[in-house]
């Protein structure tokens, strides 16, 4: 393709609204266009990587046995309304209203269309197992779209979903899905971590992220140093570093004022670590306290877990009628909950600790000398605390949290879908069964441009060859001349017997030009073509990634570029 | 491919409600399912044709030039209010409400949004022309949708768009496009009649539609009999059969109770061709009376050119007001319209006519012995009617009206959205110049349907080999039968060194029940290996569309079939 065939405009500066460098560099390269906020136009180039990315998942996908299927982004809201969805992610969903006052949804995930097709069309077990995926257009209605590709109200996805006639089978068809991904992030360029996740309104038993790190993630990691547990913070354990608290009596002392660890820290002196966390969740009805360190924070989709669904931090007035006292002065010293209808859970950190301060529900009065199981009402253990870094763990490794870009999970669903759907098979004794499903997703727009946050420096992109929009960049400078015009042939018929892509870069600019919006632009290699080096007989062959410089003879360059790829 | 490892289930019957072979076969074949109505997922099977057919829409606009880029279907408003169309195509688009209570339009069409991406991007005339083009689903709030694909909420367009800097370059990019339909459409395996159509709501200065021609068409083509005129209904032109009427004295004669056209040669045996049929248009404010020969009908797609836009048939309440009669005693007689405000127009068919009959606009009363041109008052001659099948064209030739499927759309817009829309560049001069555009749209869901239309018989689908799902299907009988088994490798073998695709039916099903379905789902060619013939040393092969049986060596079907897509 000739540069001045195409639509490309590269731009010296990015738009201020793009923050983080892969957007800046979506727009910059030309890639990439915003009709408005969360709404992108894929040019031709970014097309064309979008579509190498798209054609590495289905590859993967089929080589894995999945079928490939097209679903309705339009969809019926009595299927959400069977399956539950239709509330518990409702805020997510673009409602559409047609002339007859019918409304649809816009689909953000397909697990309720799948499930329904299925559901007609397998009636025996001979039928399964069966793993169906899609690559289409999604929709959610994000109240702030940003970050470009990473988080838009319109995204390419790969959807697919496993249906099994038992768990066993599942979690066979569970592992060839998660291979896949390794094998497809692995080929798209991306140091993928597969960590353990929470299942989230998604439901199921068990749940894998996919996740790349990286500063501008919006999501945690942690992984273990020198060992292979890895996790979302959602769902991550670890032990926190020792305390040592000494024996002692347990002794209420006043604290006026009080309404904080950090208060309680600077004005008596007793460091985080040594108090107890006191938060407390409602559900309307009933109340619960969650005790954590000090130093600790509360990792609320755990208490979720814990505490079941409709629980939230409760408001400061809900507090003082459940506890007779403010936050800041709050604890669950047994005495003190006498009479008062709460549940306390206890993070598992805080079991054995001894010496720790609390709050009396009192206020303006703390205790100190607080040994855990003796003096507190604890109902339940539980690990709700949120992993830090250079917490240990159950390796008794060092954890390390990271930030990190979601580009792939995978949930075993079970069979919440397939008994609301009427997803069922006659099993060889004739018994109906539901099918047990899993369900994959991939960001295939959003993992296009995690492979831009990760390859790029000051420059611009360094694309891997594997979704590179070309994978050469043809630099012709003196146009004019017979000679580089003869070598410039020459290359371009090589690379087209070699069946390498390229852009050639006809425009009538200056060489630093040219050279600048090469590296911006980013493919594997640039080969420049110049009267100088044409008459010594070669062109000059650069590695965008590897820097580097060589002198190729013009008819050899598409096998020397082949033999770079095979690699 | 296994048929016990895809998602393939045939039907005896299809659905009540599919009413039209393609529809059915559809279903019945496995390619199709519905999930609501005008709402469809495509299968393995199915999904395979649309993205053989997908690929040659994609070949052939990039040998023209094309530049595959991809928009959202999620469109601001905006951006039709300023081209007017918020309005004008209100009925068709769905509309989306978000949870901050901003609207959104799901894209039935991209003119405004690729008009804005222009703007931005394209300065110079040296960036022009270019043809943009993506292939994306597209809805619209069909109130009833039907046949399949056909007619269908939401579904898979390849839409285009050329900019250029002048008329006569446009000319050219739409010839280009136009070109490339026809070859389009000729691979696919449909003879689509290229004919000229009206704008409509699209706006511009001509059109062409692409129309496969099937007795269950929605819309309607006239061609002529042995030569190259072809036009849609709404635009087509023709001569209606002489008639002879003699001179005559303008006489007003009672017709009681006559209300019709048929009433007045039914009880006072004046037939059609010798009255005059008078409608009555409004646009609220102003009336105008359109007449044309009793036997012919008024096109009112025509009727809106000539009068302009807004004017409709006017109800009998407007037309009493109007006329002072009823619709049934209307007529232009000149002496009867004084004093009326009202713009008279004439078809062209009416001139030189004398011995007419018309309404008095008196209620029971008529005139005979009309001579149009003495006696009627003409405000202007105009194309107002319909063609009818047996009607003379320009060329002096019998025009035929058939029902056609419309696959294709090009239209050459002119410069309505880019002055709407802001898309300028500077030309040689320096000066400011709106792009000249046109549009082309190919409904690439409708155009596989299409084919199906086409191609099938009583026991099936008869796909061409080119947008087939699988180009053989491999029928293995006696599975248990090791030299079956050895033969059906051989042949698998063979087949995929050649590489062609095939869909194996490895079901453990009688012999009867894999021809029946393998007729149904019509793939070019059908090897079938049985004992018998393995034990001659050959497996059967047969052409669907053809017919016939020939006996091949297992290990030289690929070849075969390779020499016989080659012809």
């Not at 970014?46 to 999945?66: Q, Y």
């Not at 570093?241 to 002196?269: C, S, W, Y």
């Not at 012709?476 to 390498?500: F, M």
Request: proline share 4%; aromatic share 6%; with cysteine.
């Amino acid at each position: 393709m000739r540069w001045t065939q195409t639509l490309l405009t590269t731009l010296r500066e990015a738009p201020a609204e793009a923050e983080i460098a892969s957007h800046q560099l979506l727009l910059r390269a030309g890639l990439a266009r915003k009709l408005t906020s969360g709404l992108y136009t894929f040019l031709p180039l970014g097309l064309r990587a979008l579509r190498k990315v798209e054609k590495i998942v289905r590859e993967e996908m089929d080589r894995a046995g999945g079928l490939e299927i097209l679903m309705p982004a339009l969809q019926p809201p009595e299927l959400w309304e069977k399956s539950g969805r239709i509330t518990a992610a409702a805020d997510v969903l673009f409602q559409v209203k047609d002339h007859q006052d019918r409304r649809w949804i816009l689909g953000p995930t397909h697990e309720e269309v799948v499930t329904a097709l299925v559901a007609g069309e397998v009636q025996s077990y001979r039928q399964l197992p069966r793993t169906l995926y899609q690559i289409q257009t999604k929709y959610r209605d994000e109240i702030r779209p940003r970050f470009g590709l990473m988080r838009a109200r319109e995204f390419i996805m790969k959807d697919a979903y496993s249906f099994d006639a038992d768990e066993e089978s599942a979690k066979k068809s569970y592992e060839a899905m998660t291979q896949a991904y390794r094998k497809i992030f692995e080929r798209v360029g991306l140091a993928a971590l597969q960590v353990e996740a929470d299942t989230g309104v998604m439901g199921g038993a068990s749940s894998h992220e996919f996740c790349v790190v990286a500063v501008i993630g919006e999501g945690e990691v942690v992984t273990e140093e020198g060992g292979s547990y890895a996790a979302a913070i959602e769902k991550a354990v670890g032990r926190p570093v020792e305390r040592k608290g000494g024996e002692g009596k347990l002794e209420k002392f006043p604290t006026p004022g009080i309404r904080t660890i950090v208060d309680l820290e600077k004005k008596h002196g007793v460091v985080a670590q040594d108090q107890i966390k006191t938060l407390v969740f409602t559900n309307g009805k009933e109340t619960a306290l969650v005790l954590v360190r000090g130093d600790d924070e509360v990792q609320e989709v755990k208490v979720g877990k814990v505490l079941g669904a409709g629980y939230r931090v409760a408001a400061e007035a809900e507090i003082k009628v459940a506890m007779g006292a403010s936050p800041g002065s709050l604890g669950a010293v047994a005495s003190t909950l006498e009479g008062k209808k709460v549940t306390v859970v206890a993070d598992l950190g805080l079991k054995g600790q001894k010496g720790m301060a609390t709050g009396a529900n009192d206020n303006g009065f703390h205790f100190k000398g607080v040994e855990v199981e003796r003096d507190l009402k604890i109902d339940q253990w539980a690990d709700v605390r949120k992993v830090r870094d250079g917490d240990i763990s159950a390796g008794g490794k060092k954890l390390k949290v990271s930030r990190g870009i979601e580009v792939g999970h995978a949930f075993l669903l079970g069979t919440k879908y397939s008994e609301a759907l009427e997803a069922k098979f006659l099993d060889p004794e004739g018994k109906q069964q539901p099918a047990v499903m899993g369900c994959y997703g991939i960001g295939v727009t959003r993992t296009l441009q995690a492979v831009i946050e990760v390859h790029q420096d000051k420059d611009g992109i360094r694309w891997p060859a594997s979704v590179a929009p070309y994978t050469v960049m043809l630099v012709t400078l003196d146009l004019a001349d017979p000679a580089v015009k003869a070598a410039t042939e020459a290359v371009i018929a090589s690379l087209d017997k070699a069946g390498i892509d390229y852009l050639w870069d006809d425009r009538d600019e200056r060489p630093g030009v040219k050279f600048k919006d090469a590296d911006l632009l980013g493919f594997p290699w640039r080969v420049t073509i110049g009267a100088k080096s044409v008459a010594k007989g070669g062109v000059e062959v650069k590695c965008r990634r590897a820097g580097g410089m060589e002198m190729i003879p013009p008819a050899d360059v598409g096998v020397w570029v082949q033999n770079k790829l095979a690699v």
